[in-house]
């Protein structure tokens, strides 16, 4: 057929055609090199790529990225990163990087186990290294079980086994723990070492458990657990919390040493100086003293210290079992107090310059060179301080203060130690201020007491009790020799000036001597315990009970001088020396009165042996009156003697008699009388005038 030639020629050209344009289009034939197939890291791993981003995961409050140099993935979805790097970006937070020569991870990747040269840095420079660490992204907890270094700023750390919380920000080790902080030079300012320790970075704390062991400069702080509060920027240190054996010792500045069950430390806002220091639990604050000697101490249940910037002491505060001691100084002897509750105050540079105590107060002084030691009981105290010595010193309430051989009471007592006086005012329980020692007790609304010496005085309502016998370290005292000296001898009166060591005892306004039946009244009485004498002047009065009877007396002085056993009774006169009025003396030698009476006693018992009267002379017997210038009675004898002065005759009247001469002797028991020499015997009795005497009879002379 005609037609399939056609068809096979034209399918021939085609062929031909399309064999040209292939021919053309190819030219040369280009030889082609195989590829080199990468090099295998691990042969087991089923799949290995690098450059990778492992992960990516965006949330709400913050975003992962995991990337590697290197990934390999094992059969069962393991997971090895080479060059690991882990960014962690917070929303509002601090951003972190956690970085690794290698790490593995689980079939989700949310667990990852890094290895070598492991780091976390966060975005304000904080830095943790350890060797080994896992990381958990769904936690964003980091654990390292080995040796862990941190560090930000000033602030380095080291120990063992740690636990990072980076949503808390919290950092912990286990064992070993060490932290440092540096000052802006580089030098060590605080460094803390103890077993656990966590770094709360959000609060901006450091808790320490176990052994902890601090170093501040050259303060050593000591205790079983710590808590430690840093500032924003982490370094410096403005609290710490001790418990459990709390020790701080050394320093330097103000504070030598404190210990206490706990404590808390508040330092300034530069960390450089301790402001405050709570005690908790049998507190202690030594403080540092002058020139190297020991400082001022205290103790109690609780204590509460504010300090200066120099270290000096501006407030204190304790509670139960409070206890202050000061040291001694070669002026000034040591010191101590005991109270349950102590409030003191002080400045800078000067340090505490007052102080209360309160409750069961008790104060107790070392004895010095020139005194003995000093106890002091009360309610209240309150003293004022200058350096380490206690300038003044107030007891209130129930005040019992003892010195060898001194007692002393009062409802107040202010005490001077310096001066060593003591001034005790204020009535408790009904009861006045009192002072007592071997020689004297007196009672008084105000007393003032010179420790040295013995020295008192004491006004308002003064009453005394006065004894004979040794003093201890004085010499011995004496009552005045007409008083019983077994007996104890009572003195009352307005006021007293009582010079301790010398014996005498001054007695001002109302003043009343008495012992049993004896008493001596006057404005003022004078006693000297040492020689056993008293003067009383001033409308002396006095009721004297002898063996030979009792003899009343009104003068204006009464005087005893025990040496020469006389009473003196002296006139009142005026300014111009006149007489106004004479002594007066009563008893059973009659009725006296004179310008000047002088009894003389016998030297062993109380007996009168001789009396003498002087001047205007006046003296009544039974019925008898004699009136003379000179008299002398002799007790034994009952005999008196009279003499007139000059031309001034003696006068006797007796009944409707009246007898004068130059000299008259009476003798009582045998009612003689003798005028100038010469002897008239009385037959009348001395039971007074004849009731027939009517008329005065005529003078008689001898």
């Avoid at 004894?467 to 009352?492: F, H, I, M």
Wanted: aromatic share 4%; proline share 3%; glycine share 12%.
């Amino acid at each position: 057929m005609k037609w399939q030639k056609w068809g096979r020629f034209l399918a021939a050209m085609i062929g031909i055609a399309a064999a040209v344009v292939v021919y053309a289009t190819m030219g040369e034939r280009v030889k082609l090199i195989p590829a080199t197939a990468p090099a295998r890291i691990d042969p087991k791993a089923v799949i290995e790529s690098s450059g990778n981003i492992v992960q990516q995961v965006r949330g709400t409050r913050q975003d992962y990225l995991i990337e590697a140099e290197r990934q390999l993935t094992y059969e069962g979805g393991l997971t090895k990163l080479v060059g690991v790097k882990i960014t962690v970006r917070n929303r509002g937070g601090r951003d972190y990087v956690v970085t690794g020569r290698e790490a593995q991870a689980g079939p989700n990747q949310k667990d990852l186990q890094l290895t070598g040269g492991v780091q976390l840095t966060s975005s304000d420079d904080f830095i943790v290294r350890a060797d080994n660490a896992s990381f958990s992204q769904e936690t964003g907890v980091m654990t390292a079980p080995g040796a862990v270094t941190f560090e930000r700023n000033r602030m380095t750390g080291s120990g063992t086994g740690m636990t990072y919380d980076k949503n808390a920000d919290v950092l912990s080790l286990a064992d070993q723990s060490h932290v440092l902080l540096r000052d802006e030079h580089g030098n060590p300012h605080m460094e803390f070492t103890s077993g656990k320790s966590t770094l709360d970075r959000m609060a901006h704390t450091l808790a320490l458990e176990g052994n902890v062991h601090a170093l501040r400069d050259q303060q050593v702080i000591d205790a079983t657990q710590g808590f430690a509060r840093l500032t924003e920027d982490e370094q410096h240190i403005t609290d710490i919390e001790l418990r459990g054996d709390s020790r701080v010792a050394g320093g330097g500045s103000g504070v030598d040493s404190m210990s206490a069950r706990d404590m808390n430390l508040h330092y300034s806002a530069d960390g450089q100086a301790l402001e405050r220091a709570e005690l908790l639990g049998k507190g202690a604050v030594a403080m540092t003293g002058q020139d190297g000697a020991a400082g001022r101490q205290f103790l109690g249940d609780t204590l509460d210290i504010l300090l200066a910037a120099d270290g000096s002491l501006t407030k204190v505060t304790g509670r139960e079992n409070v206890r202050l001691d000061l040291p001694g100084a070669p002026d000034s002897p040591a010191r101590s107090i005991t109270a349950r509750t102590l409030d003191g105050e002080g400045a800078a540079g000067k340090g505490l310059t007052s102080a209360t105590f309160a409750d069961n107060v008790e104060y107790r002084e070392e004895a010095g060179k020139a005194a003995g030691a000093r106890v002091a009981r009360s309610r209240t105290l309150n003293v004022a301080l200058a350096n380490d010595a206690i300038s003044s010193a107030v007891f209130g309430g129930a005040v019992k203060f003892e010195e060898q051989g001194l007692q002393a009471a009062a409802g107040e007592a202010r005490y001077d130690p310096i001066k060593g006086s003591l001034r005790l005012t204020g009535v408790e329980g009904g009861v006045a201020p009192r002072v007592s020692d071997d020689r004297v007790t007196i009672d008084a609304n105000t007393i003032d007491v010179a420790l040295e010496g013995r020295l008192m005085k004491a006004s308002g309502a003064v009453k005394t009790t006065l004894r004979a016998g040794a003093s201890k370290g004085q010499s011995d005292t004496r009552l005045p020799g007409l008083l019983k000296q077994e007996q104890p001898a009572n003195v009352n009166a307005d006021a007293l000036d009582y010079q301790g060591a010398s014996g005498q005892a001054i007695y001002t306004g109302n003043a009343t001597m008495w012992q049993g039946e004896t008493a001596v009244r006057a404005d003022s009485v004078a006693i000297d315990q040492g020689k056993g004498d008293f003067l009383a002047s001033g409308n002396a009065r006095s009721t004297i009970v002898l063996d030979t009877g009792v003899s009343i007396a009104h003068a204006s002085e009464i005087r005893y001088a025990d040496a020469a056993h006389t009473i003196g009774y002296g006139s009142t006169k005026n300014a111009l020396g006149a007489v106004t009025a004479q002594a007066q003396l009563s008893g059973p030698q009659g009725d006296l009165r004179a310008d000047r009476i002088d009894v003389i006693l016998a030297a062993t018992g109380g007996h009168i042996t001789r009396l003498e009267a002087y001047t205007n002379v006046s003296m009544k017997v039974d019925t008898r009156t004699a009136v003379g210038e000179r008299l002398t009675y002799f007790a034994d004898e009952e005999r008196y003697v009279m003499s007139g002065a000059g031309t001034k005759p003696v006068k006797v009247v007796e009944s409707c008699r009246e007898t004068t001469g130059h000299t008259l002797t009476f003798f009582k028991s045998t009612d003689r009388i003798i005028v100038d020499g010469n002897e008239e015997i009385r037959t009348q009795t001395r039971s007074g005038a004849s009731p027939a005497c009517t008329a005065t009879p005529p003078a008689r002379s001898r």
